[in-house]
């Protein structure tokens, strides 16, 4: 994490993650950059979206599904987490 505010609330940083695939449930509000791999976003209806470096994408607060890992993955996030 680089800047987390005072309250909590908001945060800011850099994640990457190895190959590998895991459930999501999203209570916060995020907004991502890709920087580099690829990565696969499923939601629970089965619709994915790949999103690979240069994307731009915000996550909402209620998104239910999968994040898959296809290559080693690094993004930039900016979080805002309303009931913290």
């Given at each position: 994490?680089?800047?987390?505010?005072?309250?909590?609330?908001?945060?800011?940083?850099?994640?990457?993650?190895?190959?590998?695939?895991?459930?999501?449930?999203?209570?916060?509000?995020?907004?991502?950059?890709?920087?580099?791999?690829?990565?696969v976003i499923?939601?629970?209806?089965?619709?994915?979206?790949?999103?690979?470096?240069?994307?731009?994408?915000?996550?909402?607060?209620?998104?239910?599904?999968?994040?898959?890992?296809?290559?080693?993955?690094?993004?930039r996030f900016?979080?805002?987490?309303?009931g913290a």
């Amino acid at each position: 994490m680089q800047y987390t505010d005072p309250s909590g609330k908001y945060c800011a940083g850099l994640w990457a993650s190895e190959v590998g695939k895991w459930r999501i449930a999203y209570t916060e509000e995020e907004y991502c950059r890709m920087l580099d791999g690829v990565s696969v976003i499923t939601d629970e209806q089965g619709i994915a979206v790949t999103v690979r470096p240069g994307d731009e994408f915000v996550i909402p607060r209620g998104f239910a599904g999968t994040w898959e890992v296809v290559e080693p993955t690094r993004k930039r996030f900016v979080i805002y987490e309303a009931g913290a």
